[in-house]
Every structure is written in C-alpha cells, then in structure tokens.
C-alpha cells in the first residue's frame, strides 16, 4: 500500500501558481490540516476564475511570468494538477519571516509592514506551508469538495503514474 495522500480543491488561478509559480502558502480561516503533513494532491476547482486573483499573482511573479496561455491554467478546471508537500501549518499571528511592506503586495497583505513567512501569505489566517511542488504530465479529472480530503488508492495510483 502507498503513503497517505490527501487533496485540496484551490480556485484558480491560485491552483497554478501552487504548481507553476511558486506559491509556497495556501491561505485559509481554519486549520485544514489538523496534524497531517505530507503529500497534497492539488485540484484545479470548477469555479469561474477568480480574476481579481490574477492581478495578485501577476503582481507577485510579474506580468510576463503569468499570461493567459501560461501552462494553459484557465482551462485547467475539475483537474488534479498537481502534488505538493504540506509541511507546516501556523496562524499568520505566529509568522515568522522576512517583511513584506504593501506596496509589493497590496491585496493579499493588508496592512504596512506585517511580518509574514512568504509574500503569498496573507494576514489574520492559516498558512498551509507547501513545498516541492510537482506537475502532473496529465491532469486527472476529480470531482472537487470542499476542505482537505483523504484521497483513494486508485487515485493516488493515478496520480503517482502522471509524475515526473
């Protein structure tokens, strides 16, 4: 039997910037993860793209880092993209990290100069601390719900076959 893996339903385009762009903190208002840590499958939700976000993650990665066509992100939806590794939770009052001050992030973190662990993070939530991400050379299509989910063998046998 395989390891335990569970699986997170983001919107996009904050799916693709976990997998493709370097999005190191999944922000949430309650600790999904309980004491899990380990491996995320990441699943592209159906929800209509959250175009306010693709400013946000334009801001962050610049604006030729993230376009329309990149790694075709807007079609990529009610898919698994992706597998990460959870190794950390914490609420943003105990974020240790470097400084992020507003003009380099202004929708995300509110507030001047609020100490956050990654420039991903938002203040007064829950910081999912991912790391190692890893594209799915196919996506799978899933039927996406709402929290951090146990995922079955087969999916997680599905999975392991799409990564590099």
Wanted: overall charge neutral.
């Amino acid at each position: 039997m395989t390891a335990e893996m569970r699986i997170l339903t983001v919107r996009q385009p904050w799916a693709w910037a976990i997998i493709h762009g370097g999005k190191d903190v999944e922000n949430r208002v309650r600790n999904l993860a309980g004491d899990y840590r380990g491996p995320i499958a990441i699943h592209a939700g159906l929800a209509p793209v959250a175009w306010d976000a693709v400013s946000d993650v334009r801001k962050i990665l610049g604006r030729d880092a993230f376009t329309e066509s990149s790694d075709g992100w807007a079609a990529a939806h009610g898919r698994i993209i992706g597998v990460v590794d959870l190794y950390a939770v914490h609420h943003a009052e105990s974020c240790h990290g470097r400084t992020v001050v507003e003009e380099v992030n202004p929708n995300l973190i509110r507030g001047h100069h609020a100490p956050t662990c990654s420039p991903w993070a938002e203040l007064h939530v829950w910081h999912l601390c991912l790391t190692n991400p890893r594209p799915l050379a196919n996506p799978i299509p899933y039927k996406g719900a709402l929290g951090l989910r146990h995922l079955d063998q087969t999916t997680i046998d599905l999975i392991q076959k799409e990564l590099p």
